[in-house]
């Protein structure tokens, strides 16, 4: 059997259409357990509300990131929605360097290349019991124009589709259900042992 890397035995990709309520389910995770850190993205997007910088995200101009992928600097990195976002290898050694385990709340996109960088970690997918449910909730948070909803409705329905990169599906249709199997996901990884 194929040794697990001690990096990536400690690595949990959360991926899911915006609406399904991973942000909500990861908060809960960090807030439950002190062995995990998020990594932090690094975008060309702009603040939102009270997002700050550093803490939220790495807001950084368009140049800078393009400068960034040329030398290589990024985990993973996309496009969505005409901003760009990427995970530097940096801010991975950091969190593991601390001894913490890595949680990513990246797109498919992003997933897929650290996957392919690191094969033994898990990725989990957080879905909406349904799309008509998923619509309601980005409807319900009032906070984006109607074409903007069927854009991340059309995006959801691409995310939803991807089963072959998903190690596990949360259906978040009641919350504390769902933030009881995020915890016990977690707790499993955390067990595994190098063979």
Known sequence: MK???QLSRHMLIVCGPSGAGKSTLLKHLLGE?????LSRSTTTRAPRGKEQDGVDYDFVDLASFERAIAEDA???HASVFGH??????????EIAGDGNDILFDIDVQGARQIKEKYPDCWCVLIAPPSMQVLEQRLRG????????IKRRLA??????????????VIVNEKLDLAKEQM????DCMRLRTER
Not at 33 to 37: F, G, I, K, L, Q
Not at 141 to 148: G, L
Not at 183 to 186: F, W
Request: hydrophobic letters at 35%; aromatic letters at 12%.
């Open 141 to 148: 948070r009032k906070t984006d124009a109607d074409e903007v």
């Open 183 to 186: 915890l016990m996901l977690y």
């Open 74 to 76: 990024f985990a993973e």
């Open 84 to 93: 760009y976002y990427g995970t530097p290898h940096k801010m991975i050694r």
């Open 33 to 37: 357990r002190c062995t995990c850190a």
């Open 3 to 5: 040794k697990i890397s």
């Open 155 to 168: 995006q959801a329905q691409i995310e939803l589709s991807q089963e072959d990169l998903f190690d596990f």
